[in-house]
């Protein structure tokens, strides 16, 4: 298996030269491999955003190098970081993160359309993905006119359509209820193993974690557990997630 | 010790958002400015009195001031909305934190008073030191004559002074209710959820269809002004604003919609964010860009009409008399200035004063024959051209008394008659000669014929307001009755033009705050820096675009108005001048507005 994302000796540090330095991340180390399904778990505080932060680009460590396929994103800058941004990775977020102001078809086309893609081919990939995620039929709705749910598989659908080399959460059922946070989880599960998708998910939630194939756990900076599903059911894997976390923060 | 601590937190408010305030500051010292100077023309009937000769002349100027009013309330409240935006977040916070309402009230009352009182005071200083440059440009450039006009007028300064204080009192009060009745949870997300509007298909044609028949009928009254008189300007008024609304209600929204759901344009680069933007804008800004577009109208007509009048001083001035300048019995000193212009024809008369009578040397006129017009306030006087000594002997009284009025101060003397070359020889009485000339150039060279004009007007006691027989003369005259006439055209345009682009820019820029997510999106799908920034100068651009355009037909067809009037000779001459230099201003404008947005929804 080749790795997709590989974390090398990253190290993150806030404050000025003459200000009061705060170390989020000290040394961090992990690799993802092709096709994987890999949660990073850590209570608030323990460096997890910066370190998502770093890994979509919109920050950049102090030292240490990430290469995602290939490219060391710490040395792109410009039109190289846009272009990698749009080619490469997919993000979906709490928040959705959708154009209010463009119906969702539009919200889905719009990363096709940056690429200066025909519009014929770009209207075949739209219901594509859409069938695939099931929101077909509230293309023409404004986010203001579905649901939560609906939202964050729109989100999806967006980030999934350039086929990114690998897909960002970062604590995508944050804002939905239960049902619809299951039925997202298992959509990307589906992507996964039906489309070899390599998804990474940020999120202190365990039963987010518990469709995972692999946990990372992050405190004060530094990754120092990991867990593997095997051939686990999911629910045996939630329990000993809940199990891990008690043990890890205490 | 609360007073203190209230203080302080309106005074740190300030200092936060020091960028932003200082935009917003600017922009409320230049309406003051604008407004001061304005005042300084309006009240000072003195002024107005002795520079035109339209008795209304002061009734115009309230007129003037009552629109400049409602402009400069309407611009108030864009900008105070802006204020109201930087706020509103942070006041919640104040409020979730267990702050009075009462006391928050204050807060923003004394906010807006404090920034208000400031910008009144450096935009009345603004206003005397703006008004001394303009008015001594604009003298320069245009040769106004300006009577009674001082950049310091206490009267001014004390209107200015009332209307702005009232205005922001009652801007700040409005601020302390809208804060205080407002939820909370509003104020802290005060982020427009764009809903989608359904509008009947029906319904909607027969908008289009209105605004445009509206508009029309508006142009139409306009055209008829010489037979509809006020009534053609009431309902000029009501169709066009109307007409107007409903063009951008509905057909400049069919347009974008209609882009929108063209996939070859919509799906290429960012064009289905910019249309969604616009579509989402327009329908909140209908009100505003519409209002605009009837400003901008305004304020280009004025500009227009101003620059008008300038060339009707020159059209007036060519086809009133034929003669650029008179001397009467020039020295040799006076002779050689005069060697030195560049000229195009001299006529040399011979006259005698004998026993208070004046006696033609009629050969003089059979060598060089006389042209003559008699002005009769249009722009086709009756005119005489080379008569000759002949002609002029068959209608002796008529010409003896035109040739009078060449002689300045005829008080003392009495026509006496044609005289043949011998009989003038053996009339006994003073000599005197008339010499009239034509310049190649005169507008290049009437500064140069100035002293010697003064000075034979001296000679002759000429009363020079009721002279016609020279063109200089008869510029002085008319550039007088016309220069306040234009300077109140070049300056309510100007500065109606710098506040309806301002109330577009302070629009744009309350909503930035809200806008800096999208691009943040925008950037984390990948979107270049260079793409988002054309994005936002197409947007902001059609925005800008659309009420100008709409501002040009409105000028178009409103001059029509003083084409049948006859108040303007060919209003539509050189019309690229004032729509030129108004478009640069105004895309100025933009540009300044363009750059701001970006820097605050791009930022790093």
């Given at each position: 298996?080749?790795?997709?994302?590989?974390?090398?000796?990253?190290?993150?540090?806030?404050?000025?030269?003459?200000?009061?330095?705060?170390?989020?991340?000290?040394?961090?180390?992990?690799?993802?491999?092709?096709?994987?399904?890999?949660?990073?778990?850590?209570a608030s505080g323990s460096g997890k955003s910066t370190l998502l932060n770093i890994l979509s680009t919109i920050d950049r460590p102090t030292s240490g190098q990430v290469l995602i396929n290939g490219y060391d994103i710490t040395k792109l800058r410009g039109n190289k970081l846009s272009d990698f941004r749009a080619h490469q990775i997919g993000f979906i977020f709490q928040d959705f993160n959708l154009l209010e102001?463009?119906?969702?078809?539009?919200?889905?086309?719009?990363?096709?359309?940056?690429?200066?893609?025909?519009?014929?081919?770009?209207?075949?990939?739209?219901?594509?993905?859409?069938?695939?995620?099931?929101?077909?039929?509230?293309?023409?709705?404004?986010?203001?006119?579905?649901?939560?749910?609906?939202?964050?598989?729109?989100?999806?659908?967006?980030?999934?359509?350039?086929?990114?080399?690998?897909?960002?959460?970062?604590?995508?059922?944050?804002?939905?209820?239960?049902?619809?946070?299951?039925?997202?989880?298992?959509?990307?599960?589906?992507?996964?193993?039906?489309?070899?998708?390599?998804?990474?998910?940020?999120?202190?939630?365990?039963?987010?974690?518990?469709?995972?194939?692999?946990?990372?756990?992050?405190?004060?900076?530094?990754?120092?557990?990991?867990?593997?599903?095997?051939?686990?059911?999911?629910?045996?894997?939630?329990?000993?997630?809940?199990?891990?976390?008690?043990?890890?923060?205490? | 010790?609360?007073?203190?601590?209230?203080?302080?937190?309106?005074?740190?408010?300030?200092?936060?958002?020091?960028?932003?305030?200082?935009?917003?500051?600017?922009?409320?010292?230049?309406?003051?400015?604008?407004?001061?100077?304005?005042?300084?023309?309006?009240?000072?009937?003195?002024?107005?009195?002795?520079?035109?000769?339209?008795?209304?002349?002061?009734?115009?100027?309230?007129?003037?001031?009552?629109?400049?009013?409602?402009?400069?309330?309407?611009?108030?409240?864009?900008?105070?909305?802006?204020?109201?935006?930087?706020?509103?977040?942070?006041?919640?916070?104040?409020?979730?934190?267990?702050?009075?309402?009462?006391?928050?009230?204050?807060?923003?009352?004394?906010?807006?008073?404090?920034?208000?009182?400031?910008?009144?005071?450096?935009?009345?200083?603004?206003?005397?030191?703006?008004?001394?440059?303009?008015?001594?440009?604009?003298?320069?450039?245009?040769?106004?004559?300006?009577?009674?006009?001082?950049?310091?007028?206490?009267?001014?300064?004390?209107?200015?002074?009332?209307?702005?204080?009232?205005?922001?009192?009652?801007?700040?009060?409005?601020?302390?209710?809208?804060?205080?009745?407002?939820?909370?949870?509003?104020?802290?997300?005060?982020?427009?959820?764009?809903?989608?509007?359904?509008?009947?298909?029906?319904?909607?044609?027969?908008?289009?269809?209105?605004?445009?028949?509206?508009?029309?009928?508006?142009?139409?009254?306009?055209?008829?002004?010489?037979?509809?008189?006020?009534?053609?300007?009431?309902?000029?008024?009501?169709?066009?604003?109307?007409?107007?609304?409903f063009v951008f209600d509905s057909l400049f929204l069919a347009i974008i919609q209609s882009l929108q759901h063209r996939p070859n344009f919509a799906l290429k680069r960012l064009h289905s964010f910019t249309l969604g933007q616009l579509n989402f804008r327009l329908r909140d800004l209908t009100k505003l860009l519409a209002m605009i577009s009837i400003m901008f109208a305004l304020a280009l007509g004025a500009i227009?009409?101003?620059?008008?009048?300038?060339?009707?001083?020159?059209?007036?001035?060519?086809?009133?008399?034929?003669?650029?300048?008179?001397?009467?019995?020039?020295?040799?000193?006076?002779?050689?200035?005069?060697?030195?212009?560049?000229?195009?024809?001299?006529?040399?008369?011979?006259?005698?004063?004998?026993?208070?009578?004046?006696?033609?040397?009629?050969?003089?006129?059979?060598?060089?024959?006389?042209?003559?017009?008699?002005?009769?306030?249009?722009?086709?006087?009756?005119?005489?051209?080379?008569?000759?000594?002949?002609?002029?002997?068959?209608?002796?009284?008529?010409?003896?008394?035109?040739?009078?009025?060449?002689?300045?101060?005829?008080?003392?003397?009495?026509?006496?008659?044609?005289?043949?070359?011998?009989?003038?020889?053996?009339?006994?009485?003073?000599?005197?000669?008339?010499?009239?000339?034509?310049?190649?150039?005169?507008?290049?060279?009437?500064?140069?014929?100035?002293?010697?004009?003064?000075?034979?007007?001296?000679?002759?006691?000429?009363?020079?307001?009721?002279?016609?027989?020279?063109?200089?003369?008869?510029?002085?005259?008319?550039?007088?009755?016309?220069?306040?006439?234009?300077?109140?055209?070049?300056?309510?345009?100007?500065?109606?033009?710098?506040?309806?682009?301002?109330?577009?820019?302070?629009?744009?820029?309350?909503?930035?705050?809200?806008?800096?997510?999208?691009?943040?999106?925008?950037?984390?799908?990948?979107?270049?820096?260079?793409?988002?920034?054309?994005?936002?100068?197409?947007?902001?651009?059609?925005?800008?675009?659309?009420?100008?355009?709409?501002?040009?037909?409105?000028?178009?067809?409103?001059?029509?108005?003083?084409?049948?009037?006859?108040?303007?000779?060919?209003?539509?001459?050189?019309?690229?001048?004032?729509?030129?230099?108004?478009?640069?201003?105004?895309?100025?404008?933009?540009?300044?507005?363009?750059?701001?947005?970006?820097?605050?929804?791009?930022?790093?």
């Amino acid at each position: 298996m080749t790795s997709i994302v590989a974390v090398q000796q990253v190290k993150k540090v806030y404050g000025k030269v003459h200000e009061e330095k705060t170390v989020a991340l000290k040394n961090v180390n992990f690799q993802v491999e092709t096709g994987e399904f890999i949660g990073i778990m850590g209570a608030s505080g323990s460096g997890k955003s910066t370190l998502l932060n770093i890994l979509s680009t919109i920050d950049r460590p102090t030292s240490g190098q990430v290469l995602i396929n290939g490219y060391d994103i710490t040395k792109l800058r410009g039109n190289k970081l846009s272009d990698f941004r749009a080619h490469q990775i997919g993000f979906i977020f709490q928040d959705f993160n959708l154009l209010e102001d463009l119906t969702v078809e539009e919200n889905i086309a719009l990363p096709l359309s940056l690429e200066e893609m025909s519009p014929k081919r770009i209207k075949a990939l739209v219901t594509l993905i859409s069938k695939k995620l099931s929101i077909s039929s509230i293309l023409k709705k404004y986010p203001a006119e579905i649901s939560g749910g609906q939202k964050q598989r729109a989100a999806a659908a967006r980030a999934l359509i350039t086929k990114p080399a690998i897909l960002l959460g970062d604590e995508p059922t944050g804002s939905l209820d239960s049902s619809s946070a299951r039925e997202l989880l298992n959509t990307m599960t589906n992507l996964n193993q039906k489309d070899k998708i390599s998804i990474l998910l940020v999120t202190h939630d365990p039963v987010s974690a518990s469709f995972c194939q692999r946990i990372l756990f992050i405190k004060d900076g530094v990754i120092g557990k990991e867990l593997r599903r095997n051939n686990l059911d999911r629910i045996s894997f939630y329990h000993q997630i809940l199990n891990e976390v008690e043990s890890f923060e205490s | 010790m609360v007073k203190k601590m209230t203080l302080k937190l309106a005074l740190s408010g300030l200092k936060n958002h020091l960028k932003d305030y200082f935009i917003l500051f600017s922009g409320l010292t230049i309406s003051a400015a604008i407004f001061y100077m304005f005042q300084t023309l309006a009240a000072n009937p003195l002024f107005l009195k002795s520079n035109t000769y339209l008795s209304s002349i002061v009734v115009i100027f309230n007129l003037g001031t009552f629109l400049l009013a409602i402009i400069t309330f309407a611009y108030l409240n864009y900008a105070n909305n802006f204020l109201i935006s930087l706020r509103s977040r942070i006041y919640a916070m104040y409020l979730m934190l267990g702050a009075k309402s009462r006391k928050i009230a204050q807060l923003i009352f004394l906010e807006t008073i404090v920034i208000g009182f400031l910008a009144i005071l450096t935009g009345i200083v603004c206003g005397i030191i703006l008004t001394q440059l303009i008015s001594r440009l604009l003298i320069k450039q245009l040769d106004l004559s300006l009577i009674h006009y001082s950049p310091w007028n206490n009267q001014a300064i004390l209107v200015t002074l009332i209307f702005f204080l009232f205005i922001f009192v009652f801007f700040a009060l409005k601020n302390a209710r809208k804060l205080v009745y407002t939820p909370i949870l509003k104020l802290l997300n005060q982020e427009k959820t764009p809903v989608r509007a359904h509008k009947n298909p029906l319904l909607w044609g027969g908008e289009i269809i209105a605004g445009i028949v509206l508009l029309a009928i508006g142009y139409w009254a306009l055209a008829h002004l010489d037979k509809l008189n006020v009534n053609g300007i009431f309902m000029a008024i009501i169709t066009i604003v109307s007409g107007s609304y409903f063009v951008f209600d509905s057909l400049f929204l069919a347009i974008i919609q209609s882009l929108q759901h063209r996939p070859n344009f919509a799906l290429k680069r960012l064009h289905s964010f910019t249309l969604g933007q616009l579509n989402f804008r327009l329908r909140d800004l209908t009100k505003l860009l519409a209002m605009i577009s009837i400003m901008f109208a305004l304020a280009l007509g004025a500009i227009t009409v101003g620059i008008g009048f300038h060339r009707d001083i020159a059209t007036i001035t060519n086809v009133c008399s034929d003669y650029d300048f008179i001397l009467h019995d020039p020295s040799t000193r006076e002779l050689d200035q005069v060697n030195n212009l560049k000229l195009t024809d001299t006529s040399v008369y011979h006259y005698k004063i004998a026993s208070n009578k004046v006696y033609w040397l009629v050969d003089d006129f059979n060598l060089k024959p006389f042209n003559h017009v008699i002005p009769n306030g249009s722009f086709n006087p009756i005119k005489y051209s080379h008569v000759t000594g002949k002609q002029m002997l068959k209608d002796k009284n008529q010409w003896l008394s035109i040739l009078q009025s060449y002689l300045g101060d005829t008080s003392t003397i009495l026509p006496g008659g044609f005289l043949s070359k011998k009989e003038f020889e053996t009339k006994t009485g003073k000599e005197h000669i008339i010499n009239l000339y034509v310049l190649k150039n005169f507008m290049a060279e009437k500064n140069q014929i100035k002293p010697l004009v003064l000075a034979d007007n001296k000679k002759i006691k000429l009363d020079v307001n009721r002279d016609s027989t020279q063109k200089y003369n008869m510029f002085f005259v008319i550039n007088g009755m016309l220069s306040g006439f234009e300077f109140m055209g070049l300056f309510l345009g100007i500065a109606f033009l710098a506040m309806l682009a301002s109330c577009l820019m302070f629009k744009i820029l309350s909503g930035a705050n809200n806008d800096m997510h999208r691009y943040q999106i925008l950037k984390q799908i990948g979107a270049r820096h260079q793409l988002l920034e054309y994005s936002i100068a197409q947007e902001i651009g059609t925005i800008f675009l659309l009420p100008a355009l709409l501002g040009v037909v409105h000028v178009l067809f409103g001059l029509q108005m003083f084409k049948v009037t006859n108040l303007i000779y060919e209003p539509y001459k050189n019309l690229i001048i004032p729509i030129g230099i108004f478009l640069v201003l105004y895309a100025f404008y933009y540009l300044v507005t363009d750059f701001i947005y970006q820097k605050k929804v791009l930022r790093k």
